[in-house]
């Protein structure tokens, strides 16, 4: 099984550091390059657990809940990523995305590789809003 720990950890990092930051921090990009991240992650998410669906927009909740949005979308794309490795309905996702961009072989390795671009966008994310 796929272990996200990786990006559970660096998703509530994250999450938290937003939470904790002040209204100045938040108003200066902080706040909108959570919820980028925190859409992002969502779309993510909803293309492996539900493949050819239109993923829902996040709606924008408000300065200070920024950062309970990444925390939920972001661990709702581990548990996508977990379950996809797992044979779930993710597996699908997985050998559609393959045929269309002719990467990876398996389902472990194509949630691997989400994994790991899922991690390096939150860590990007972090260094770009300086929480």
């Given at each position: 099984?796929?272990?996200?720990?990786?990006?559970?950890?660096?998703?509530?990092?994250?999450?938290?550091?937003?939470?904790?930051?002040?209204?100045?921090?938040?108003?200066?990009?902080?706040?909108?390059?959570?919820?980028?991240?925190?859409?992002?992650?969502?779309?993510?998410?909803?293309?492996?657990?539900?493949?050819?669906?239109?993923?829902?927009?996040?709606?924008?909740?408000?300065?200070?809940?920024?950062?309970?949005?990444?925390?939920?979308?972001?661990?709702?794309?581990?548990?996508a990523l977990r379950h996809a490795d797992a044979g779930g309905s993710?597996?699908?996702?997985?050998?559609?995305?393959?045929?269309?961009?002719?990467?990876?072989?398996?389902?472990?390795?194509?949630?691997?590789?989400?994994?790991?671009?899922?991690?390096?966008?939150?860590?990007?994310?972090?260094?770009?809003?300086?929480?």
């Amino acid at each position: 099984m796929l272990d996200v720990t990786s990006l559970e950890t660096a998703v509530d990092r994250l999450a938290d550091r937003l939470r904790a930051a002040p209204r100045s921090r938040l108003r200066q990009g902080a706040a909108a390059e959570g919820l980028a991240l925190a859409r992002e992650l969502a779309v993510r998410a909803r293309r492996i657990e539900c493949p050819g669906a239109e993923p829902p927009i996040m709606p924008e909740a408000g300065l200070f809940a920024v950062g309970d949005q990444v925390a939920v979308a972001g661990h709702d794309l581990a548990m996508a990523l977990r379950h996809a490795d797992a044979g779930g309905s993710g597996r699908r996702a997985d050998h559609a995305d393959r045929a269309a961009d002719g990467s990876g072989s398996g389902s472990g390795e194509a949630a691997g590789e989400r994994l790991a671009e899922a991690l390096e966008l939150v860590r990007a994310a972090g260094a770009r809003c300086g929480c």
